[in-house]
């Protein structure tokens, strides 16, 4: 009996020393993961969570106009408001003007009404200097904008903070005066032309770079060591160099006096020089300098896994060199063509450099939109915006590609 007990004891004791040892474990994990998942945390998650915000919320006028956009939430829109909202009005002017705080109420009104934002720093100045009631009369007669139910009716629409203004702006839609959601007037629907412009020239990138990195891939994976080693550094010697380098160098090449101009009127094949650059061409030849290698690389890891017995086999069985290559070999490099595929066309989403230098207005992408939006207007919500419609594109095009051929078919290297 006391050895049974004896042997029931020092079961439990060893159990307990195994779950000691592997909560040890799983802590000295968890100690050296942290650090990387704290830089994710910090450097990824936080910043896509407040762009999301960004693109929603807008506390500028509500937080300005405090008085007025809360008597405003019961106004029906069917006439002027009451007085008692222009009373409002002169005492959120006086705040704002010893706040300074005018010029950002009319830049944000100015988003939706473009050419306010003058008026509305003109009438706060104004308006301040008011002292007895009724407002109303005096308040329209410093500016007619006061009698026009659309302003009011933005003020009103704007003093929520969370809107979707930038994100329907993003799409060419917008909130009419009457509520409902339609199309914006024809000269100011842009963003779905940029937005097209930007998958359009990120697919023929994509393409290109498959076109020109799959035979290269072929024959790295295929040649013998010693050359394909010397290839390789080729294939590599473009991360040798920064983006910015590569993009000036074909700023270089593409100028109407440039090193291929010069080429082409020397050979007699044109007789003057051809547009090559600030144009679409130019772009896309650059673009597809820069992305080769990320197409290249994961297609040429998976060849090299492929034994070159199959290819043997099947021509030995009767099939061709071209069916055998269409039915045995080029169906295995599939997971490869999807990696290197997928991660050039979303690298190309987001380029902005290349675009900038060697294109032309009409070829700007959408990260320069966005960059603009930021470092010219000031307008962070429609950047935070114009970043979640990539966002948006860049998680379909990955739930497509995951339900056509699945991600974890996705190599590498």
Not at 53 to 79: F, H, M, Q, V
Not at 335 to 345: D, S
Request: charged letters at 15%.
């Amino acid at each position: 009996m006391a050895h049974a007990e004896a042997v029931i004891h020092n079961a439990r004791q060893l159990k307990f020393q195994l779950r000691t040892a592997e909560r040890r474990g799983k802590l000295r994990a968890l100690a050296l993961v942290a650090p990387l998942f704290l830089f994710i945390v910090v450097s990824f998650v936080i910043p896509i969570v407040l762009m999301l915000k960004n693109a929603i919320y807008d506390p500028d006028i509500s937080n300005n106009l405090p008085r007025t956009t809360s008597l405003l939430a019961a106004w029906d829109g069917s006439a002027l408001p009451s007085e008692e909202v222009y009373a409002a009005l002169a005492e959120d002017f006086r705040e704002s003007e010893k706040a300074k705080t005018s010029a950002l109420i009319g830049k944000r009104m100015n988003y939706e009404m473009s050419g306010i934002r003058s008026k509305i720093i003109t009438s706060a100045r104004k308006i301040k200097a008011l002292t007895a009631a009724p407002y109303k009369d005096q308040i329209i007669a410093i500016d007619p904008i006061w009698s026009d139910l659309n302003v009011w009716t933005t003020i009103k629409r704007a003093g929520n903070p969370v809107t979707g203004f930038y994100l329907l702006n993003t799409v060419d839609l917008e909130t009419k005066p009457d509520g409902h959601i339609g199309a914006v007037d024809p000269g100011r629907a842009v963003y779905l032309d940029i937005l097209k412009r930007t998958m359009g020239i990120s697919l023929i990138v994509t393409l290109a770079t498959l076109v020109l990195g799959f035979p290269v891939a072929y024959v790295l994976a295929n040649t013998p060591p010693r050359i394909a080693n010397i290839l390789m550094i080729f294939v590599l010697l473009p991360f040798w160099t920064s983006l910015l380098v590569r993009t000036t160098a074909w700023f270089v090449m593409l100028q109407d006096n440039g090193p291929i101009n010069d080429l082409l009127l020397g050979s007699g094949l044109t007789s003057q020089p051809l547009p090559l650059i600030f144009s679409r061409f130019g772009t896309i030849v650059a673009m597809t300098h820069i992305q080769l290698p990320f197409t290249l690389l994961p297609i040429y890891s998976v060849m090299k896994t492929i034994p070159p017995t199959y290819m043997r086999a099947a021509r030995s069985l009767g099939g061709g060199p071209v069916y055998s290559f269409l039915h045995v070999y080029l169906p295995q490099t599939l997971p490869g063509i999807g990696a290197g595929c997928l991660l050039t066309f979303i690298l190309c989403l987001g380029y902005y450099i290349t675009p900038a230098l060697v294109g032309g207005p009409s070829d700007q992408m959408m990260s320069g939109i966005i960059a603009e939006a930021i470092n010219r207007e000031n307008n962070w919500g429609k950047a935070c915006a114009l970043g979640t419609v990539l966002l948006l594109a860049t998680l379909t095009l990955y739930f497509v590609y995951n339900r056509l051929v699945g991600i974890d078919k996705v190599k590498l290297g």
